[in-house]
């Protein structure tokens, strides 16, 4: 089964789910207020088989260098399930599953498969890579577009991390670790303990973005939106630090949102 847009709903959230536009959350409203930027290329995709850019779009796979499209030149950015469409493997009211072959121009046969699960105060995407046969490295994440502005108030970005990625003059890490700085960010953070990002929109809503993984990278550089991007690696992390999926061993990942009025 496919559809072009499947629509959840709990309590008073509704979430627009786009299975034909890169598997992306399109849109999710709380008490009829979308706090997702609107546009096809915005909502909340998924970064997957890597996350961020892969510097000049090449990484090592034993020996062998493997060259992928340079969609941001000089780099590579945020997979390529986001360009695809994905299938419906199952759907209730307020969850789905949705799948996605991984093709050309990714090397290796593989499969993702996202699943959203939706509650009156609590939305859960997880993600799953799994290889069909040869193993390969790969990375997870989300790249939402939260909107900057409701109600008339500017969202609040509050999170603590143990260091940050110093960011070089490509965008990518340098290897080297630093004492976070305040923004504007385009900045890839550590927390050991799990990614735990708070948003507030005063006198709106308050939302948590929260994460076992390690990684985040927060964006705020755009006046429409901010991004808060958990993944299972930094940036360029094929190179830096692959997660290697095999045939009996997937790479999996979870990201949830939590919310409240205020």
């Not at 945020?78 to 991984?102: C, F, M, P, Q, S």
């Not at 890839?188 to 990278?217: A, H, I, N, Q, R």
């Not at 992390?237 to 009025?261: D, F, K, Q, Y």
């Amino acid at each position: 089964m496919s559809d072009d847009e499947i629509t959840l709903a709990a309590g008073d959230a509704e979430v627009a789910l786009r299975p034909g536009n890169g598997g992306r959350v399109g849109g999710l409203r709380v008490g009829g207020v979308e706090l997702l930027r609107q546009g096809e290329r915005f909502g909340c995709f998924p970064m997957v088989p890597w996350c961020g850019r892969t510097r000049d779009g090449r990484f090592l796979d034993g020996g062998t260098v493997r060259q992928l499209p340079l969609n941001s030149p000089p780099h590579a950015i945020h997979g390529t399930a986001r360009d695809g469409a994905w299938r419906v493997a199952r759907k209730t009211a307020d969850e789905a599953v949705i799948t996605y072959d991984l093709v050309e121009p990714w090397p290796y046969a593989g499969r993702v498969t996202q699943a959203v699960a939706l509650t009156p105060d609590t939305l859960t995407l997880t993600m799953s890579v799994e290889a069909y046969a040869d193993s390969f490295p790969a990375q997870i994440g989300w790249h939402p577009w939260f909107n900057r502005n409701l109600g008339g108030r500017d969202v609040e970005v509050a999170f603590t991390a143990a260091w940050q990625e110093e960011r070089g003059d490509d965008h990518l890490p340098t290897g080297k670790r630093i004492d976070p700085k305040p923004g504007p960010w385009d900045d890839c953070f550590g927390m050991p303990g799990g990614v735990d990002v708070t948003l507030t929109w005063p006198e709106s809503l308050e939302l948590k973005v929260t994460s076992p993984e390690e990684w985040v990278v927060v964006y705020d550089e755009q006046d429409a939106a901010v991004c808060v991007e958990p993944q299972t690696g930094p940036p360029n992390g094929l190179n830096t630090l692959p997660r290697l999926v095999t045939p009996i061993e997937p790479l999996e990942a979870t990201m949830t949102w939590s919310w409240r009025a205020l």
